[in-house]
T-cell receptor
């Protein structure tokens, strides 16, 4: 069966520090991968998505970046965190290449507080 | 106009009530449609897919109107455990997947 792992689960970082959040999917190949951010009391904001190892689409400029060093690994990074980067970061995967059936399954999330 | 819009609620209903949520989307080329449920401080989980012909899963019924770019979710015989935020989700061609901001439901005894 397929599983998705995200880490770390919780972190507290100072403003201006770097960030690296990791997401790994097991039990599937060539998944569609997604990063979302959810600020407190708000909806999910799409940050990045990738339909293949060399294909990453960015929805949000600013100070975040994403990489997919391996087929089933998706990393979210920042060189310098802002206070506004605080939130609940969610990684998700989908196993289909049919956009009409693109069901996302989420990891448990990483809760980031920037102080 | 937001890409996916939902009434944020909250909806406060008694147990046993029927409640309906609506959602509109802006991209007429959208490919797939879903309702997710999110409990407080947890990740969203798939509730059901939404098909043009309408579909039902127990107490839940989803409808899609492509002409009006409108999706709905009906919950019958509400339970306390239905209290959550319900997220409308749309996938475009190219796999961009957008979530609505969610509708909060509180079911009370």
């Amino acid at each position: 069966s397929q599983t998705i792992h995200q880490w770390p689960a919780t972190l507290v970082q100072p403003v201006g520090s770097p960030l690296s959040l990791e997401c790994t999917v097991e039990g599937t190949s060539n998944p569609n991968l997604y990063w979302y951010r959810q600020a407190a009391g708000r909806g999910l904001q799409l940050l990045f998505y990738s339909i293949g190892i060399d294909q990453i689409s960015s929805e949000v400029p600013q100070n975040l970046s994403a990489s997919r060093p391996q087929d089933r690994q998706f990393i979210l990074s920042s060189k310098k965190l802002l206070l506004s980067d605080s939130g609940f970061y969610l990684c998700a995967w989908a196993g289909t290449k049919d956009a009409g059936a693109n069901v996302l399954t989420f990891g448990a999330g990483s809760r980031l507080t920037v102080l | 106009r937001k890409e996916v819009e939902q009434d944020p609620g909250p909806f406060n209903v008694p147990e046993g009530a029927t409640v309906a949520f609506n959602c509109t989307y802006s991209n007429s080329a959208s490919q797939s449609f879903f309702w997710y449920r999110q409990d407080c401080r947890k990740e969203p989980k798939l509730l059901m897919s939404v098909y043009s012909s309408g579909n039902e899963d127990g107490r839940f019924t989803a409808q899609l109107n492509r002409a009006s770019q409108y999706i709905s979710l009906l919950i019958r015989d509400s339970k306390l455990s239905d209290s959550a935020t319900y997220l409308c989700v749309v996938t475009w061609v190219g796999f961009k997947t957008i979530f609505g901001a969610g509708t909060r439901l509180f079911v009370k005894a």
